[in-house]
């Protein structure tokens, strides 16, 4: 039967084993969940959603085409007060390239923001799956090394007591008869 210094080594030993293994159990639980979202933005190119870039799409034709729709008003007015319509035509020309100009430049810049988020999402995703091993390892080998210190806490404890002070005293006593030469 295990004494009390060698009872609660012995204890210590298994909450420190058990505590390994609840890091262990929650750090699967995390991971089941978040480490697959991490690894989809790591490897993947995930920027703005089709939805989201969508709608910067079409904010950016609106104002194209509210432009278009100003210049081509204007050009009417002008052609009515000067009856002078031959004017318009390279007008309203020149203001649908300017709406087609506007567009593109206005779809290269959405593409662009999205590659850049993508590339940002990817850096962010890299960082903490990096820090999540470095977190998991450290708890898991950190609750680890305690086991052996336990154990010889245990060993240490069970080297006390009267039958080892006994030992420990006939074994003195048995080294004095000897002398200094013996």
């Known amino acids: 039967m295990a004494r009390g210094p060698q009872a609660q080594a012995a204890n210590a030993g298994k909450t420190a084993a058990a505590t390994g293994a609840g890091y262990g159990t929650a750090a699967t639980g995390i991971s089941d969940t978040l480490v697959p979202q991490l690894n989809a933005e790591a490897t993947g190119n995930i920027g ?14 609106q104002g194209a085409g509210g432009a278009n729709a100003s210049v081509a008003g204007q050009a009417g007015l002008a052609a009515g007060r000067t009856r002078n319509s031959a004017a318009t035509s390279g007008v309203l020309d020149e203001a649908a390239r300017d709406k087609t100009r506007q567009m593109s430049t206005n779809a290269l810049d959405v ?11 990817q850096q962010s995703a890299q960082q903490q799956l990096q820090g999540l091993y470095g ?13 052996p210190q336990d154990v010889n806490a245990d060993t240490n404890a069970g080297n006390s007591g009267w039958l080892q002070n006994t030992l420990n005293m006939v074994k003195t006593i048995g080294g004095l008869g000897r002398g200094p030469g013996g």
């Open 48 to 61: 703005y959603t089709p939805t989201q870039q969508n709608n910067m799409l079409v904010a950016g034709e």
């Open 111 to 121: 593409s662009n923001q999205s590659a850049q988020l993508a590339q940002k999402k």
């Open 135 to 147: 977190t998991d390892v450290h708890a898991q080998l950190g609750s680890m090394g305690l086991i």
